[in-house]
T-cell receptor
Framework: QQQVKQSPQSLIVQKGGISIINCAYE??????FPWYQQFPGKGPALLIA?????SEKKEGRFTISFNKSAKQFSLHIMDSQPGDSATYFC???????????FGQGTTLQVKP | DAGVIQSPRHEVTEMGQEVTLRCKPI?????LFWYRQTMMRGLELLIY????????DSGMPEDRFSAKMPNASFSTLKIQPSEPRDSAVYFC?????????????FGPGTRLTVL
C-alpha cells in the first residue's frame, strides 16, 4: 500500500514531441504528489507538484494530470527538448508523516 | 542560500572500514531526510528527523547504519563496518513543514564505493 508504481522505465522522444510518464498509488492517505527531475551527478529537484483537490496543474511546458478516483497521476512534457533529458521521479507524500514515497523513475531521452 | 550541502562528494573505502557522510541542511528547515539511491532499488528513504529528533528509521538496512543530528545545522550517516553492497549514492534532503505539505530539497549526494 506504500508503493508508487511508475511507468515506463525509459522513454525516447523526438524533439518537439510529447513525453508522458504515468504513476499509480494505492494509499488514499497520500495528499501531495510531486514530480522530481534528476540530471546525472545531481540530486533530484522539484519540478512540479499537485494536491488531490485539483485535476490538472500546468507550469510552462510541464503539466500534471491527476485522477483521484483511479488513483493515478501523470506528467506531460509538451514540446520536449534535448535539455529535458533526465530521470523523472513521481512521488506521493503521506498526509500524517510527510514522508515521500518515490516511484522507480523514468529515464527520458529527447533526440534532437 | 547555498542549498543542502553534503560531504564528501565521493568516497572510496575498503570493506570493513567506517564511513561517515555529512550533511548541512538549509537554514530554517525543520525536517532532514537521508536517502540511498541504487539502480536496483531506486530512491530509498533510510531515516528522517524532525527538529533534530529521529522520527522514522525503518528504512535503515541494518545495525551497521546509524544516523545522528546533534543540532539543526548538521547530520551524519555512519556505516560501520562498510560492505561492498553499501555502494550507492547517498542523498540528504531537508524541508520546511508548511502545514500542508513538505517540499524536500536535495543535496548533490555522496557517491560511496566500497571495495
Amino acid at each position: 500500500q506504500q508503493q508508487v508504481k511508475q511507468s515506463p522505465q525509459s522513454l525516447i522522444v523526438q524533439k518537439g514531441g510529447i513525453s508522458i510518464i504515468n504513476c499509480a498509488y494505492e494509499n488514499t492517505a497520500f495528499d501531495y504528489f510531486p514530480w522530481y527531475q534528476q540530471f546525472p551527478g545531481k540530486g533530484p529537484a522539484l519540478l512540479i507538484a499537485i494536491r488531490p483537490d485539483v485535476s490538472e496543474k500546468k507550469e510552462g511546458r510541464f503539466t500534471i494530470s491527476f485522477n483521484k478516483s483511479a488513483k493515478q497521476f501523470s506528467l506531460h512534457i509538451m514540446d520536449s527538448q534535448p535539455g529535458d533529458s533526465a530521470t523523472y521521479f513521481c512521488a506521493a507524500s503521506h498526509q500524517v508523516t510527510g514522508k515521500l514515497i518515490f516511484g522507480q523513475g523514468t529515464t527520458l531521452q529527447v533526440k534532437p | 542560500d547555498a542549498g543542502v550541502i553534503q560531504s564528501p562528494r565521493h568516497e572510496v573505502t575498503e570493506m570493513g572500514q567506517e564511513v561517515t557522510l555529512r550533511c548541512k541542511p538549509i537554514s530554517g528547515h525543520d525536517y532532514l531526510f537521508w536517502y540511498r539511491q541504487t539502480m536496483m532499488r531506486g530512491l530509498e528513504l533510510l531515516i528522517y528527523f524532525n527538529n533534530n529528533v529521529p522520527i522514522d528509521d525503518s528504512g535503515m538496512p541494518e545495525d551497521r547504519f546509524s544516523a545522528k543530528m546533534p543540532n539543526a545545522s548538521f547530520s551524519t550517516l555512519k556505516i560501520q563496518p562498510s560492505e561492498p553492497r553499501d555502494s550507492a549514492v547517498y542523498f540528504c534532503a531537508s524541508s520546511l513543514w508548511t502545514g500542508s505539505y513538505n517540499e524536500q530539497f536535495f543535496g548533490p549526494g555522496t557517491r560511496l564505493t566500497v571495495l
